[in-house]
C-alpha cells in the first residue's frame, strides 16, 4: 500500500503539470489522433485506360508505438521498423514471421513454419507482443500468443530497450500490433486463399458508419491446412468486431475485440535428431516431413479472447487524454509424444509424452495526458501517464514415457493411447505493475530533444506450494534521452540513450530472491524520409548503429555448486539498414541489411565467454522489388541472406558426441542459407489476383537445432494463390 500511495501521488503531480502548462506559456494545438484505415489499397482505372494500384501507406511515417505520441518516425531519436497493412497485402504476408522477413534487425522462423506462435528474435533478444499499445496475455515461456495477422493494420517494431514507455520489456524491443479500426467510409474485402500442403483460407472485413457518428467494424478468418510435417492439419477461427462512438466533437470511445480458435491435430513441433537434419545420416535420408510422434494422439488446441477499447477526450487545443484498456483470456492444451534421441543404429529414436496446460487472464489499462506548450523559444510536447496490468497465470504439465520409433519407417500405435489423468504445477503466480512515466519532446527550431522517466513497482505472488517466496516485491527506474535534429531536405541524425528491465525467476544459495535483469542501449543514426522528392516518390531509409549490455544475468555459482548468481553479462552491438519506397505508385522496394554481434561477455562459466547468442545470424540481407504495369499485370522477386546461427549459446569448440559415435559441434550451428521468393498479380478495379511463392528453389535445411534430438526443419518451397474482392 506504501507504494500504491506514492505512485498516487505522482500521478497526480504529473496530471497537474501537464493540465497548467497550457495556461502558463504559449498554447500550441495537439495535434490530432491518426486517422485509421487511410490507407489501404485501391485500384482505379484512368481514362486512358493505365490501372493505377495506390498503396498510401506503403511507406510508414508514424508510429505510436515509439513515443505514445504523434510524433513522426523521423522525430523519434531510435530506430522503429513499421510493417503496414499495404506491405502486407501487396507481398501477401499470412504470419508475422513472414512479415518481418525483410526487416532489419529481427529474425523469425526460428523453428521453422510453426502453426501456433511467431518465435522472433530482436537484436539478440525475445521480443515481446503488444496489442494495441498494451501488452499481449503471453505465457512465462512464450512471448507472444499466435494472434493471426490478418485482424490488424499494422507490425510497429522499437528496437532497443523500451521500459520507460512500456515497464518489464526485454532490451531488444518489442513489437506491437495495430487492430483494424471502424471507418466512416463504408469499405470491405472478401478473400480466399489456396497453396501447398491443401492451404485454404476465407477471410473479409467490412465497416461503416451504423448511424451519426456511429461506426463498426466486423474483420473475421477461417483456415483449414495440412503442415510440412505428415499426418499433420491445423485449423483456425477468428473473428473481431470493432465499434466506435462519436460522444461530442471532442471525445469519442472505440470498443475492440477479438476471438480465436486453434486446432493442430497430429503435430510433434518438430523435436527431430541432429543426425539427419543438421549433419548426413549414416543409414540415409531423412525426409523433411517425417513425423515421429503419434498422429492419433497428438493434438494442440487454444482459445483466446480479449474486449477493451480506446477513449480520446480533448480538454482544448493544447491538451487531450487518452486511456487504452483490455481484458484478456489466453488457455491452451496440449498432448505430444516426440523425440527424445537417437540410439546407437541411428534409426531407432526414443520418445517422451509431455502434456502441458496453460491458462493466463490479464486486465490491463494505460492512461496518459497529451499536451503541447511553449516556453520562449522551445516548443514542449509532454506526455505524463499512468499504467497498470493484473496478469495471472496457472499452467501444469507432466513427463510420460512413451515407445520407441523408426526414423526412417514409423510405424504407429495400432491401440488409443490413454491421455495422462494428472498434471504438475509449472507456474502458479499473479503479477501487479504499476507504472508512471513523463516524457518531454522539446523542439528547438530543428532540434529535438527527448527525455523520459518511468518508476515501477511490482508485486508478484507466487501460488505454487513449494515457492521459495511466495510474495515478492520489486521497484524500478528506468528513463531514455535522445536528440534529433530534422534538417529541411529530410535528412535527420539522433543519438539516444535508453533503459529496461525484467524479473528474473528464481533465488540463490542465500535464498535472497533474484533482482530483476537490467538493459541499457547507446544508439546512433540517421533516418530520411524524402519531404522534397514529390508525392511520386516516397521514401523511409534507416541507419543506426548500437550497442546493448544486459546486467544482473544468471550465471553458475561457482562456490555453490546447483545454485546461480546474477554476475553475468550479455552484450549486443551491431549496424541495421533499412529502406522502404514505393515510386509512382507502381514500384516497391524493401531492402534491408542487419550485422549483429550478440554474445556472452561475462559468466562464471569460461567455455561460454565470447559465445553468440542463439538463433542470430550475424548477417541478414534481403531485398524485394516489385513492379505493377499499367494494364493491372506485375510481379516481384526478392531474396533473402542469413548467415549461420547457433542453435544454443555457443560453446567454442565444443563438441558432443551420439550413441554412434558421431560428433557434433556442441552449438548445433545452421548453416548459412540464401533464399529465393517471388510474386505475380493482376489487379482490377475491386478485384486482386496474385500468386505468391517463398523458398521457390526448396531449399532443404536445419531452421536451427537446440539438442541432439531437438532439430527443426526450416520451411519448404510454399506456393499461395490469393484472390481479393474490394467494394
Same mark, same amino acid.
Given at each position: 500500500?506504501?507504494?500504491?500511495?506514492?505512485?498516487?501521488?505522482?500521478?497526480?503531480?504529473?496530471?497537474?503539470?501537464?493540465?497548467?502548462?497550457?495556461?502558463?506559456?504559449?498554447?500550441?494545438?495537439?495535434?490530432?489522433?491518426?486517422?485509421?484505415?487511410?490507407?489501404?489499397?485501391?485500384?482505379?482505372?484512368?481514362?486512358?485506360?493505365?490501372?493505377?494500384?495506390?498503396?498510401?501507406?506503403?511507406?510508414?511515417?508514424?508510429?505510436?508505438?515509439?513515443?505514445?505520441?504523434?510524433?513522426?518516425?523521423?522525430?523519434?531519436?531510435?530506430?522503429?521498423?513499421?510493417?503496414?497493412?499495404?506491405?502486407?497485402?501487396?507481398?501477401?504476408?499470412?504470419?508475422?514471421?513472414?512479415?518481418?522477413?525483410?526487416?532489419?534487425?529481427?529474425?523469425? /522462423?526460428?523453428?521453422? $513454419?510453426?502453426?501456433?506462435?511467431?518465435?522472433?528474435?530482436?537484436?539478440?533478444?525475445?521480443?515481446?507482443?503488444?496489442?494495441?499499445?498494451?501488452?499481449?496475455?503471453?505465457?512465462?515461456?512464450?512471448?507472444?500468443?499466435?494472434?493471426?495477422?490478418?485482424?490488424?493494420?499494422?507490425?510497429?517494431?522499437?528496437?532497443?530497450?523500451?521500459?520507460?514507455?512500456?515497464?518489464?520489456?526485454?532490451?531488444?524491443?518489442?513489437?506491437?500490433?495495430?487492430?483494424?479500426?471502424?471507418?466512416?467510409?463504408?469499405?470491405?474485402?472478401?478473400?480466399?486463399?489456396?497453396?501447398?500442403? *491443401?492451404?485454404?483460407?476465407?477471410?473479409?472485413?467490412?465497416?461503416?458508419?451504423?448511424?451519426?457518428?456511429?461506426?463498426?467494424?466486423?474483420?473475421?478468418?477461417?483456415?483449414?491446412?495440412?503442415?510440412?510435417?505428415?499426418?499433420?492439419?491445423?485449423?483456425?477461427?477468428?473473428?473481431?468486431?470493432?465499434?466506435?462512438?462519436?460522444?461530442?466533437?471532442?471525445?469519442?470511445?472505440?470498443?475492440?475485440?477479438?476471438?480465436?480458435?486453434?486446432?493442430?491435430?497430429?503435430?510433434?513441433?518438430?523435436?527431430?535428431?541432429?543426425?539427419?537434419?543438421?549433419? $548426413?545420416?549414416?543409414?540415409?535420408?531423412?525426409?523433411?516431413?517425417?513425423?515421429?510422434?503419434?498422429?492419433?494422439?497428438?493434438?494442440?488446441?487454444?482459445?483466446?479472447?480479449?474486449?477493451?477499447?480506446?477513449?480520446?477526450?480533448?480538454?482544448?487545443?493544447?491538451?487531450?487524454?487518452?486511456?487504452?484498456?483490455?481484458?484478456?483470456?489466453?488457455?491452451?492444451?496440449?498432448?505430444?509424444?516426440?523425440?527424445?534421441?537417437?540410439?546407437?543404429?541411428?534409426?531407432?529414436?526414443?520418445?517422451?509424452?509431455?502434456?502441458?496446460?496453460?491458462?493466463?487472464?490479464?486486465?490491463?489499462?494505460?492512461?496518459?495526458?497529451?499536451?503541447?506548450?511553449?516556453?520562449?523559444?522551445?516548443?514542449?510536447?509532454?506526455?505524463?501517464?499512468?499504467?497498470?496490468?493484473?496478469?495471472?497465470?496457472?499452467?501444469?504439465?507432466?513427463?510420460?514415457?512413451?515407445?520407441?520409433?523408426?526414423?526412417?519407417?514409423?510405424?504407429?500405435?495400432?491401440?488409443?493411447?490413454?491421455?495422462?489423468?494428472?498434471?504438475?504445477?509449472?507456474?502458479?503466480?499473479?503479477?501487479?505493475?504499476?507504472?508512471?512515466?513523463?516524457?518531454?519532446?522539446?523542439?528547438?527550431?530543428?532540434?529535438?530533444?527527448?527525455?523520459?522517466?518511468?518508476?515501477?513497482?511490482?508485486?508478484?505472488?507466487?501460488?505454487?506450494?513449494?515457492?521459495?517466496?511466495?510474495?515478492?516485491?520489486?521497484?524500478?527506474?528506468?528513463?531514455?534521452?535522445?536528440?534529433?535534429?530534422?534538417?529541411?531536405?529530410?535528412?535527420?541524425?539522433?543519438?539516444?540513450?535508453?533503459?529496461?528491465?525484467?524479473?528474473?525467476?528464481?533465488?540463490?544459495?542465500?535464498?535472497?530472491?533474484?533482482?530483476?535483469?537490467?538493459?541499457?542501449?547507446? /544508439?546512433?543514426?540517421?533516418?530520411?524520409?524524402?519531404?522534397?522528392?514529390?508525392?511520386?516518390?516516397?521514401?523511409?531509409?534507416?541507419?543506426?548503429?548500437?550497442?546493448?549490455?544486459?546486467?544482473?544475468?544468471?550465471?553458475?555459482?561457482?562456490?555453490?555448486?546447483?545454485?546461480?548468481?546474477?554476475?553475468?553479462?550479455?552484450?549486443?552491438?551491431?549496424?541495421?539498414? /533499412?529502406?522502404?519506397?514505393?515510386?509512382?505508385?507502381?514500384?516497391?522496394?524493401?531492402?534491408?541489411?542487419?550485422?549483429?554481434?550478440?554474445?556472452?561477455?561475462?559468466?562464471?562459466?569460461?567455455?561460454?565467454?565470447?559465445?553468440?547468442?542463439?538463433?542470430?545470424?550475424?548477417?541478414?540481407?534481403?531485398?524485394?522489388?516489385?513492379?505493377?504495369?499499367?494494364?493491372?499485370?506485375?510481379?516481384?522477386?526478392?531474396?533473402?541472406?542469413?548467415?549461420?546461427?547457433?542453435?544454443?549459446?555457443?560453446?567454442?569448440?565444443?563438441?558432443?558426441?551420439?550413441?554412434?559415435?558421431?560428433?557434433?559441434?556442441?552449438?548445433?550451428?545452421?548453416?548459412?542459407?540464401?533464399?529465393? *521468393?517471388?510474386?505475380?498479380?493482376?489487379?482490377?478495379?475491386?478485384?486482386?489476383?496474385?500468386?505468391?511463392?517463398?523458398?521457390?528453389?526448396?531449399?532443404?535445411?536445419?531452421?536451427?537445432?537446440?539438442?541432439?534430438?531437438?532439430?527443426?526443419?526450416?520451411?519448404?518451397?510454399?506456393?499461395?494463390?490469393?484472390?481479393?474482392?474490394?467494394?
Amino acid at each position: 500500500m506504501r507504494h500504491h500511495s506514492s505512485a498516487v501521488r505522482v500521478i497526480a503531480l504529473l496530471i497537474a503539470g501537464a493540465a497548467t502548462a497550457p495556461v502558463v506559456a504559449h498554447a500550441q494545438e495537439v495535434p490530432p489522433e491518426p486517422v485509421q484505415n487511410e490507407g489501404g489499397v485501391e485500384v482505379v482505372k484512368q481514362d486512358d485506360g493505365a490501372i493505377i494500384v495506390t498503396a498510401r501507406r506503403f511507406v510508414p511515417s508514424g508510429a505510436i508505438t515509439a513515443s505514445k505520441t504523434t510524433a513522426p518516425l523521423i522525430e523519434t531519436p531510435q530506430s522503429v521498423s513499421v510493417i503496414s497493412r499495404d506491405q502486407i497485402d501487396l507481398l501477401n504476408f499470412v504470419d508475422i514471421q513472414q512479415a518481418v522477413r525483410y526487416t532489419a534487425g529481427i529474425v523469425g /522462423e526460428n523453428y521453422g $513454419p510453426d502453426l501456433r506462435f511467431d518465435f522472433l528474435t530482436l537484436r539478440g533478444f525475445i521480443p515481446v507482443q503488444y496489442i494495441d499499445g498494451l501488452q499481449a496475455p503471453v505465457s512465462s515461456t512464450i512471448s507472444n500468443v499466435g494472434i493471426d495477422l490478418y485482424g490488424f493494420e499494422a507490425i510497429d517494431i522499437l528496437k532497443g530497450p523500451a521500459g520507460v514507455l512500456y515497464g518489464t520489456t526485454p532490451p531488444g524491443g518489442i513489437y506491437n500490433l495495430t487492430s483494424r479500426h471502424p471507418s466512416t467510409q463504408t469499405s470491405g474485402e472478401v478473400q480466399v486463399k489456396y497453396g501447398t500442403d *491443401d492451404f485454404k483460407q476465407a477471410a473479409g472485413t467490412i465497416t461503416g458508419e451504423l448511424a451519426n457518428g456511429l461506426t463498426a467494424r466486423l474483420t473475421g478468418l477461417y483456415r483449414d491446412r495440412d503442415g510440412q510435417t505428415d499426418f499433420v492439419t491445423a485449423r483456425r477461427a477468428y473473428v473481431a468486431p470493432a465499434v466506435a462512438f462519436d460522444i461530442g466533437p471532442d471525445t469519442k470511445i472505440t470498443a475492440l475485440g477479438y476471438y480465436q480458435w486453434d486446432r493442430v491435430e497430429g503435430d510433434t513441433n518438430g523435436f527431430l535428431p541432429a543426425v539427419g537434419v543438421l549433419v $548426413p545420416n549414416p543409414v540415409g535420408k531423412v525426409r523433411r516431413g517425417v513425423n515421429l510422434g503419434e498422429p492419433d494422439y497428438n493434438f494442440y488446441r487454444r482459445e483466446q479472447w480479449s474486449l477493451g477499447y480506446e477513449f480520446t477526450h480533448r480538454f482544448s487545443s493544447a491538451l487531450r487524454f487518452t486511456q487504452n484498456a483490455r481484458w484478456s483470456d489466453y488457455s491452451e492444451y496440449q498432448q505430444i509424444i516426440y523425440a527424445n534421441g537417437l540410439s546407437a543404429d541411428n534409426r531407432t529414436v526414443t520418445r517422451s509424452n509431455f502434456p502441458f496446460a496453460d491458462d493466463v487472464q490479464q486486465f490491463a489499462v494505460d492512461s496518459r495526458f497529451d499536451a503541447q506548450f511553449a516556453t520562449g523559444a522551445i516548443e514542449h510536447h509532454i506526455l505524463a501517464g499512468v499504467d497498470y496490468r493484473n496478469y495471472r497465470e496457472q499452467s501444469a504439465f507432466a513427463f510420460l514415457a512413451a515407445t520407441d520409433i523408426d526414423l526412417f519407417d514409423p510405424v504407429y500405435s495400432s491401440t488409443p493411447i490413454p491421455a495422462p489423468t494428472s498434471l504438475f504445477d509449472f507456474t502458479n503466480q499473479r503479477l501487479k505493475q504499476t507504472g508512471v512515466y513523463l516524457q518531454d519532446q522539446a523542439h528547438i527550431g530543428n532540434l529535438i530533444l527527448t527525455l523520459s522517466g518511468r518508476h515501477d513497482w511490482m508485486t508478484i505472488n507466487n501460488y505454487a506450494a513449494s515457492a521459495a517466496f511466495p510474495e515478492v516485491k520489486e521497484k524500478k527506474f528506468t528513463w531514455r534521452a535522445g536528440a534529433t535534429y530534422v534538417t529541411d531536405s529530410g535528412i535527420a541524425p539522433y543519438i539516444s540513450y535508453a533503459t529496461s528491465f525484467q524479473p528474473v525467476v528464481g533465488q540463490t544459495v542465500g535464498l535472497d530472491a533474484f533482482d530483476p535483469s537490467v538493459g541499457k542501449q547507446i /544508439e546512433a543514426g540517421v533516418k530520411f524520409d524524402g519531404r522534397n522528392m514529390g508525392e511520386d516518390f516516397k521514401i523511409f531509409a534507416t541507419g543506426a548503429i548500437y550497442r546493448i549490455v544486459q546486467n544482473n544475468v544468471v550465471t553458475p555459482d561457482n562456490a555453490n555448486p546447483g545454485f546461480s548468481v546474477q554476475t553475468g553479462e550479455v552484450t549486443s552491438k551491431g549496424l541495421e539498414l /533499412e529502406v522502404v519506397a514505393r515510386i509512382r505508385q507502381q514500384l516497391s522496394i524493401n531492402a534491408s541489411y542487419t550485422y549483429l554481434d550478440a554474445k556472452v561477455s561475462e559468466s562464471n562459466n569460461p567455455a561460454e565467454v565470447g559465445g553468440r547468442l542463439a538463433a542470430q545470424p550475424r548477417h541478414k540481407a534481403s531485398l524485394f522489388v516489385d513492379y505493377t504495369h499499367g494494364s493491372g499485370a506485375g510481379g516481384g522477386v526478392g531474396v533473402r541472406h542469413l548467415s549461420n546461427s547457433n542453435g544454443v549459446v555457443a560453446l567454442p569448440g565444443a563438441t558432443v558426441t551420439t550413441p554412434s559415435g558421431i560428433v557434433i559441434p556442441a552449438t548445433f550451428t545452421s548453416p548459412a542459407v540464401t533464399l529465393f *521468393d517471388a510474386t505475380l498479380h493482376y489487379d482490377l478495379p475491386g478485384w486482386r489476383f496474385a500468386v505468391n511463392g517463398s523458398n521457390l528453389f526448396d531449399k532443404r535445411y536445419a531452421g536451427r537445432c537446440t539438442g541432439l534430438a531437438n532439430c527443426f526443419f526450416a520451411e519448404g518451397r510454399r506456393i499461395i494463390a490469393t484472390v481479393t474482392k474490394r467494394f
